[in-house]
């Protein structure tokens, strides 16, 4: 199968592009900075302009991961239904998201726009599958971690 990941130079892109490749299909990541891994290849896309959207062609299934936690609506919002167009215009026959449990009612805008998001994919034109997950507090372990090599006992504040 012929994979398409948005987002896949990120945590969760770069282990699902891994297991995918492991599993003997082809995969290509787009993001805003292509950098390919081994076995992977990558296309620079960007989802605030729909830049290089036009790669999801030819892939079987696109997976949505790429998101702006920091409330830029371009990309949550309008880079989905970017997405969601190209991918129908190529013929995509699956396009699976990626959302976060327990945001339906939540009053972040961050929060709102993933909702948004959810919407545009279910009115979309391609066949699609939501998965809510819990978020990652990826941040937490590299903090601590870092503080830890460096040998602070304490936080500082600058």
Not at 27 to 56: H, K, N, Y
Not at 143 to 148: H, T
């Amino acid at each position: 199968m012929r994979v398409f990941i948005t987002g896949g130079t990120g945590e969760l892109g770069g282990r699902l592009s891994r297991a995918l490749v492991r599993r003997g299909h082809e995969v290509t990541v787009g993001s805003r900075s292509a950098r390919p891994t081994r076995g992977v290849a990558a296309v620079q896309i960007d989802l605030e302009t729909g830049e290089g959207l036009e790669a999801v062609s030819g892939h079987d299934t696109v997976v949505h991961l790429a998101s702006d936690p920091f409330g830029k609506r371009q990309v949550d919002v309008e880079g989905t239904q970017r997405l969601v167009q190209a991918a129908a215009a190529a013929g995509v026959g699956h396009l699976v998201a990626m959302s976060i449990v327990g945001i339906d009612d939540h009053p972040s805008p961050y929060y709102r726009a993933k909702v948004e998001m959810e919407g545009i994919v279910e009115n979309g034109a391609v066949p699609w599958t939501i998965l809510r997950a819990t978020q990652f507090h990826s941040l937490v372990p590299l903090f601590l971690d870092k503080r830890r090599r460096s040998g602070s006992s304490r936080f500082h504040q600058g």
